[in-house]
Structure formats: structure tokens, C-alpha cells
Nanobody
């Protein structure tokens, strides 16, 4: 049974930074593409960033230039460095595998809350 454990969220002022971490257990992480996702209250979950097994990255337009996704295969961890945070980045952030059918994934971890407010 794969498990995702997200951490690193918190309350930060606009313009601030946070680094999220995701630990993955139960599967060989290195062969999978991974993604960070977020869900704001009353909104659908959306893809924020993805990273392939070869560390090729891609970002949603609304975070390009501000967020950086990375991975440590040895530690089976995935990270999301978030800079220049905006109030609209407020959401629960999740990590999961990444694929074209990610919207159909049934299992998600608890996520980590990110709140951006002055």
C-alpha cells in the first residue's frame, strides 16, 4: 500500500516562502513521475507541478517562475519550493504520482495546509 506524507505547510505573509516535502512509502519512487497538487476551499483539485523519473519538470502557468519541484530518489522524497507566495496560493497541497489520468486517482494523503495572508 503506497502512502504519501506531506509536510512543511503553514501560515506565511504574501511574498514569503515555504518548502513542502513529501515522503513516499510502499513503492519504488524512482521510476514514477510525481506531482504536487492543491485544492482550495470550494474549488477542484488542480495540478501545480510535475517531475518525471528523469527530473524533467513542468509547471502550471499560475506558479511558473515562483515554484520549483525537485526530488531525492534515494530518500524517496519530493519537494516543492514556493517563493513569492500570493493569497491565491492558499490551499491544501498534496503529492501523488503523476499521469494523464491523475484526476481519477482514488488515494490521496492528508495533504499540508498552506495559508498566505497578512
Amino acid at each position: 500500500q503506497v502512502q504519501f506524507v506531506e509536510s512543511g505547510g503553514g501560515l506565511v505573509q504574501p511574498g514569503g516562502s515555504l518548502r513542502l516535502s513529501c515522503g513516499v512509502s510502499g513503492r519504488a519512487l524512482s521510476i514514477y513521475a510525481m506531482g504536487w497538487y492543491r485544492q482550495a476551499p470550494g474549488k477542484e483539485r488542480e495540478l501545480v507541478a510535475s517531475i518525471t523519473s528523469r527530473s524533467i519538470t513542468d509547471y502550471a502557468d499560475f506558479v511558473k517562475g515562483r515554484f520549483t519541484i525537485s526530488r531525492d530518489k534515494a530518500k524517496k522524497e519530493v519537494y516543492l519550493q514556493m517563493n513569492s507566495l500570493k493569497p491565491e496560493d492558499t490551499a491544501v497541497y498534496y503529492c501523488n504520482f503523476y499521469g494523464s489520468n491523475w484526476r481519477k486517482y482514488e488515494y490521496w494523503g492528508q495533504g499540508t495546509q498552506v495559508s498566505v495572508s497578512s
